[in-house]
């Protein structure tokens, strides 16, 4: 079993920005690719950014490219997501996933374990 932990999430003015952090414990964790998915109410989760056991290929959705980084620190078992120039439309949950898996996939169902999720909600 692996826990995941979300935390920064909060209420920012558009264009600003935050920085969720997950902390991961229970088993190794460069065994695992991460993700950061999302979900705004009434919509599917979506993926946000997935980044590979060792930090050297990431995957981004189109939507947070060139605004959104994903990185991890593999001493302290946490991924990140640095989230800058937020918009409203970035409002959603936002949960973190661990894939057993050598790739950076994108699909909800390859992720064994999640996260209970933070909230991030971006005024106009």
């Known amino acids: 079993q692996v826990q995941l932990v979300e935390s920064g999430g909060g209420l920012v003015q558009a264009g600003g920005s935050l920085s969720l952090s997950c902390a991961a414990s229970g088993r190794t964790f460069t065994n695992y690719a991460m993700g950061w998915f999302r979900q705004a109410p009434g919509k599917e989760r979506e993926f946000v950014a997935a980044i590979r056991w060792n930090g050297r290929n990431r995957n981004y959705a189109d939507s947070v490219k060139g605004r959104f980084t994903i990185s991890r620190d593999n001493a302290k078992s946490t991924v990140y997501l640095q989230m800058n120039s937020l918009k409203p439309e970035d409002t959603a949950v936002y949960y973190c996933?661990?894939?057993?898996?050598?790739?950076?996939?994108?699909?909800?169902?390859?992720?064994?374990?999640w996260g209970q999720g933070t909230q991030v909600t971006v005024s106009s």
């Open positions: 996933a661990a894939d057993a898996t050598q790739g950076i996939p994108i699909g909800t169902h390859f992720y064994d374990y």
